[in-house]
């Protein structure tokens, strides 16, 4: 009995361990790192929902609600500071890792091996970057749960984990809108000993989770049309999409990998194909915009499925061909810029403005509002040639007639110009507000006292 407690203890410390030392790290490491427009749409909006405001109805955005809540909950705990938002992705790599880790430690006695993996894990998220706050960091917290429970459930039995994984993908769609496609798969796919209706009881369970509180708050059309309706007659929307960029050839090649390894497994043992087609699903919206980090989830459900099924020989082979490996992998890597632009904006920005007062930054800058803390004027605070349909920039011209912004910074680049995008707007820059500055960052504006 004793020596049975030993052994758990053991297990759980070699996989904490590790785990809990590279979450730390990114986070402290990596907190001024990584500039992200997504993560600072999260960050904004979960400050804003600290205030009583709320996602949709004050601030559109297409993404489903439960990182901006999850966020605002961190920013309840800890503050709604920059910092804050890159607790919410430490606390996502955390558990992500400790429940890869222990599929690792359960099948060695070696501490060498889970430190190996933590490293080689911590590598390639700065190379996915894990270290921002966004929807796929908690995707790959559910989604490696997810796989745990189907091939691992336990004590709890194969109904229950069916129920729960149901659950699980019900959350999942309220991060990620193809989260559906990998709940459907998952509905089908032959891995379930337990009758199906279990799995689709969880899922509405799970579904009903975020959509009910919706309703209750009196956004759950506002919800539906900003994440499903939106873009059905928004001639800008393929601009969203592109290839795969010189950046992400690393990220593409060591998930091709995975998939490749557990490709192999799957002929070599002849069973579990289906788990190659799950990880290509689950990295659907890698291949309609080919950014890196949207390869973190399927990424980490392929390495915990390698973990769980190797061999002890197969370890030793994987540890010795990743040490080779690795040293390549962490020379490839680019390490993030730090924010020095982003913060010197929003620097400028609380120099000028109180906290009580409005700001707009765009087109595209929302970490700006999250570092200087300030509310949007509109609830359209960024402009992308996929928001901007017919419509949207009268929305922000109205939204500023009722609410004037003190500040407005326009951050175009070759990329995203608000002249080109929105022309009635940089008219109302331009006869409302007159230009006290201008750097690398952008144009500041402040508004006129005659219009004030």
């Known amino acids: 009995m004793q020596s049975d407690r030993a052994a758990r203890l053991s297990l759980f410390l070699m996989a904490i361990i590790p785990a809990l030392t590279c979450a730390v790290a990114y986070f402290f490491l990596l907190q001024d790192y990584g500039a992200f427009g997504d993560e600072g749409s999260f960050c904004t909006i979960g400050q804003g929902i600290t205030k009583g405001y709320l996602p949709y109805q ?8 439960l990182q901006y809540f999850w966020t605002a909950l961190i920013f309840t705990l800890f503050g709604s500071e920059f910092e804050s938002n890159r607790i919410v992705a430490s606390v996502a790599l955390f558990l992500t890792l400790f429940l890869i880790l222990i599929q690792v430690a359960a099948r060695t006695k070696s501490t060498a091996l889970p430190l190996f993996s933590a490293t080689a894990i911590s ?26 429970l189907i091939f691992k459930p336990g004590r709890i039995g194969y109904a229950s984990a069916s129920f ?20 459907l798969f998952l509905l089908v796919a032959p891995w379930h000993r337990a009758p199906r209706r279990l799995y689709v009881a969880g899922f509405l369970l799970g579904g009903g989770i975020w959509i009910v509180p919706l309703m209750m708050l009196g956004i759950l059309d506002d919800a539906i049309d900003a994440t499903l309706l939106f873009h059905l007659d928004n001639p800008g929307r393929t601009t969203y999409y592109h290839g ?48 890196a980090f949207r390869l973190w989830p399927s990424t980490m459900m392929g390495l915990a499925y390698l973990f769980m099924n190797m061999e002890m020989a197969i370890n030793r082979c ?9 040293p390549l992998i962490i020379f490839s890597v680019e390490m993030p810029v730090k924010m020095t632009l982003d913060r010197s904006i929003a620097e400028k920005v609380v120099r000028y403005t109180r906290a009580d007062e409005t700001i707009w930054v765009g087109p595209f800058k929302p970490n700006v509002y999250c570092i200087s803390q300030r509310k949007p004027a509109s609830r359209f605070y960024f402009l992308l040639p996929w928001i901007v349909k017919p419509g949207v920039e009268s929305a922000v011209l109205w939204d500023f007639s009722q609410n004037p912004p003190r500040m407005i ?30 750097d690398a960052g952008g144009r500041y504006y402040l508004r006129k006292p005659e219009n004030t």
């Open 58 to 65: 004050d601030y559109f955005n297409e993404k489903p609600p």
């Open 123 to 148: 590598v390639i998220g700065l190379i996915m970057q894990a270290y921002n706050n966004t929807a796929e960091s908690s995707l790959a917290l559910i989604l490696v749960t997810s796989l745990i």
């Open 164 to 183: 729960l994984v149901g659950l699980l993908q019900g959350l999942a769609c309220g991060f990620r809108q193809t989260a559906i496609f990998s709940a």
């Open 244 to 291: 795969l960029k010189t950046g992400n050839y690393n990220a593409f090649a060591i998930w091709s990998l995975v998939v490749a390894a557990c490709g192999f497994h799957a002929w070599k043992t002849g069973k579990h194909y289906w788990m190659c087609l799950w990880l290509v699903i689950a990295a659907l919206p890698f291949f309609g915009r080919m950014d």
């Open 318 to 326: 994987a540890l010795r061909f990743g040490m080779i490996a690795l």
């Open 409 to 438: 910074v326009d951050t175009s680049n070759k990329l995203f110009n608000l002249q080109k995008l929105a022309p009635l707007l940089a008219k109302e820059i331009e006869s409302n507000y007159r230009l006290v500055g201008q």
